[in-house]
């Protein structure tokens, strides 16, 4: 019982952060050079990693993909396949796995360090907004910089992809590329870009509220971290499952008929 | 982080073995993350066969394959690389901060003026209890999400639990466990070796904790990406 009470506290007390923050968006002047300040020192930091994690990705599913089609004899669909299982599924997923690692553990240990050594207490004590100088630039910036990670990531996974294809199923890379666009739509792609969108705004939320309600001390930091990652992954996978199916009702809705 | 893995591997077969300290960290990996890694994984899959499901008809316009194809994609791959990456974010970045505090308040040299190898004390009971218990909850998470499949397909796709089973039956192969059983214990065994490779090189200060089990996170998740790839084209050769 204990238990269910204190997710159902850290629930609501993530949520009434994020309605903080979206007034201090809305409602008072954005800093725009910290917002881009930030977006580039998300980008540049994880753009090797994300890119990294995306060739290996797509290789893992070509793999995978041609294994299975092999034995229907139905290579030639293999690329397609691949792409769209990454474009729409697994790429958002994972790229969001490796954000809440890299950007999500370290956004929340700066704020954690911030708050036990008082650095936000000085920042309101000089009269400024903590929420409009701290937070919301860097909310923005990890959702806005997580779609140019995404585009980074699916084009290495597709480029992995190719390559595996070359090298294990025997598939060439015109032959890889050419059902590319008749199986991936429009809408996987931007099924895939509302599901990225989605775990950027979880995470940017996760971090800068578990980073800025850190207490006691170099310990509490070290705390922070663990549970930054541990409740990111967990919101993640939930939050998937959750846009999957609305998209699934929403798509259903505009189309008249179950897909 | 060559020689790390070295001593480790030494470390584990000669004495003194800490049987207590084995099973203190067993529990703390396989009881404590039950819970979480068993939620997370049945969304997964449930979210990977509705997917599969979308694919199939889009392809061949009829999913009778849909549940043998799943089945093995969630056995391959999905079971034991999700296990892995939540294990890493929670039980390694926690020996991370472990290890680096034992580290900064100077412990570790403590261990070493007592005459014990602190390799031999940290990393070698929590290796092996990292790579038992991450195949252990591998195989479970592989069967929790079969069984979540198993009610997701009969409530949004239509086909009876028999139906799914006979096509399973007809996919996967008793390898299949076995091989997912491997890569779990690869996984499990770079979780702890990264964390106490960046636990035990932590600098001085507060800075120096968070950065490490920043690292630790990255780097252990990169590596079971990189070494998943690697085993899954290894095996592949072996069906």
Same mark, same amino acid.
């Given at each position: 019982?204990?238990?269910?009470?204190? *997710?159902?506290?850290?629930?609501?007390?993530?949520?009434?952060?994020?309605?903080?923050?979206?007034?201090?968006?809305?409602?008072?002047?954005?800093?725009?050079?910290?917002?881009?300040?930030?977006?580039?020192?998300?980008?540049?930091?994880?753009?090797?990693?994300?890119?990294?994690?995306?060739?290996?990705?797509?290789?893992?599913?070509?793999? #995978?993909?041609?294994? #299975?089609?092999?034995?229907?004899?139905?290579?030639?669909? @293999?690329?397609?396949?691949?792409?769209?299982?990454?474009?729409?599924?697994?790429?958002?997923?994972?790229?969001?796995?490796?954000?809440?690692?890299?950007?999500?553990?370290?956004?929340?240990?700066?704020?954690?360090?911030?708050?036990?050594?008082? #650095?936000?207490?000085?920042?309101?004590?000089?009269?400024?907004?903590?929420?409009?100088?701290?937070?919301?630039?860097?909310? @923005?910036?990890? *959702?806005?910089?997580?779609?140019? @990670?995404?585009?980074?990531?699916?084009?290495?996974?597709?480029?992995?992809?190719?390559?595996?294809?070359?090298?294990?199923?025997?598939?060439?890379?015109?032959?890889?590329?050419?059902?590319?666009?008749? *199986?991936?739509?429009?809408?996987?792609?931007?099924?895939?870009?509302?599901?990225?969108?989605?775990?950027?705004?979880?995470?940017?939320?996760?971090?800068?509220?578990?980073?800025?309600?850190?207490?006691?001390?170099?310990?509490?930091?070290?705390?922070?971290?663990?549970?930054?990652?541990?409740?990111?992954?967990?919101?993640?996978?939930?939050?998937?499952?959750?846009?999957?199916?609305?998209?699934?009702?929403?798509? #259903?809705?505009?189309?008249?008929?179950?897909? | 982080?060559?020689? !790390?893995?070295?001593?480790?591997?030494?470390?584990?077969?000669?004495?003194?073995?800490?049987?207590?300290?084995?099973?203190?960290?067993?529990?703390?990996?396989?009881?404590?993350?039950?819970?979480?890694?068993?939620?997370?994984?049945?969304?997964?899959?449930?979210?990977?066969?509705?997917?599969?499901?979308?694919?199939?008809?889009?392809?061949?316009?009829?999913?009778?394959?849909?549940?043998?194809?799943?089945?093995?994609?969630?056995?391959?791959? !999905?079971?034991?690389? !999700?296990?892995?990456? !939540?294990?890493?974010?929670?039980?390694?970045?926690?020996?991370?901060?472990?290890?680096?505090?034992?580290?900064?308040?100077?412990?570790?040299?403590?261990f070493k003026m007592l005459g014990i190898d602190p390799v031999n004390y940290l990393v070698v009971p929590r290796f092996l209890a990292c790579v038992l218990g991450c195949m252990m909850l591998t195989i479970i998470a592989n069967m929790t999400c079969i069984f979540s499949a198993i009610i997701v397909s009969q409530h949004y796709l239509g086909y009876t639990p028999s139906m799914f089973l006979t096509s399973m039956d007809r996919f996967v192969q008793f390898q299949d466990m076995v091989f997912a059983a491997i890569k779990g214990a690869c996984f499990g065994g770079v979780?702890?070796?990264?964390?106490?490779?960046?636990?035990?090189?932590?600098?001085?200060?507060?800075?120096?904790?968070?950065?490490?089990?920043?690292?630790?996170?990255?780097?252990?998740?990169?590596?079971?990406?990189?070494?998943?790839?690697?085993?899954?084209?290894?095996?592949?050769?072996?069906?």
């Amino acid at each position: 019982m204990t238990l269910f009470i204190s *997710i159902l506290d850290e629930v609501g007390g993530a949520l009434l952060f994020l309605q903080k923050i979206l007034r201090s968006l809305f409602y008072k002047k954005i800093k725009i050079h910290e917002v881009f300040e930030q977006i580039w020192k998300v980008t540049a930091d994880s753009f090797f990693t994300t890119a990294m994690a995306g060739f290996f990705v797509g290789a893992i599913m070509t793999v #995978q993909f041609a294994l #299975q089609m092999k034995e229907f004899g139905a290579l030639g669909y @293999l690329g397609g396949l691949a792409t769209s299982g990454t474009f729409r599924e697994v790429g958002p997923l994972l790229i969001a796995f490796m954000l809440s690692g890299k950007v999500g553990a370290f956004t929340s240990a700066e704020l954690g360090t911030m708050r036990v050594t008082e #650095q936000i207490d000085a920042v309101r004590c000089l009269g400024a907004d903590p929420m409009q100088e701290i937070i919301a630039p860097r909310f @923005l910036g990890i *959702i806005i910089s997580s779609f140019f @990670l995404l585009g980074g990531g699916l084009i290495m996974s597709v480029f992995g992809g190719m390559l595996m294809g070359y090298a294990f199923a025997g598939v060439n890379f015109e032959e890889y590329l050419r059902h590319v666009p008749m *199986i991936v739509s429009p809408v996987s792609i931007l099924s895939g870009v509302i599901k990225c969108g989605a775990f950027a705004l979880v995470l940017a939320t996760i971090c800068t509220f578990k980073g800025f309600t850190t207490t006691g001390g170099a310990k509490g930091v070290g705390r922070a971290v663990v549970a930054t990652s541990v409740s990111t992954m967990i919101c993640i996978v939930v939050v998937d499952w959750m846009t999957s199916f609305l998209g699934e009702v929403i798509l #259903q809705m505009i189309r008249g008929y179950r897909s | 982080m060559i020689s !790390l893995i070295a001593e480790t591997m030494t470390g584990v077969f000669s004495p003194p073995f800490r049987r207590k300290e084995f099973f203190q960290q067993l529990y703390f990996v396989a009881n404590k993350s039950l819970i979480i890694i068993l939620f997370c994984v049945s969304f997964a899959a449930i979210v990977t066969i509705l997917e599969s499901s979308f694919h199939m008809k889009l392809v061949i316009q009829n999913d009778s394959m849909v549940p043998g194809f799943a089945a093995l994609l969630i056995l391959r791959e !999905l079971g034991a690389i !999700l296990t892995a990456l !939540l294990l890493t974010s929670r039980v390694g970045a926690g020996y991370a901060s472990e290890v680096g505090t034992m580290q900064i308040t100077e412990q570790v040299d403590a261990f070493k003026m007592l005459g014990i190898d602190p390799v031999n004390y940290l990393v070698v009971p929590r290796f092996l209890a990292c790579v038992l218990g991450c195949m252990m909850l591998t195989i479970i998470a592989n069967m929790t999400c079969i069984f979540s499949a198993i009610i997701v397909s009969q409530h949004y796709l239509g086909y009876t639990p028999s139906m799914f089973l006979t096509s399973m039956d007809r996919f996967v192969q008793f390898q299949d466990m076995v091989f997912a059983a491997i890569k779990g214990a690869c996984f499990g065994g770079v979780i702890p070796i990264v964390a106490c490779y960046f636990g035990f090189r932590c600098q001085q200060g507060a800075e120096g904790v968070g950065r490490a089990t920043t690292n630790t996170v990255v780097v252990a998740s990169i590596a079971i990406i990189v070494i998943d790839f690697i085993l899954s084209y290894t095996f592949s050769y072996l069906y």
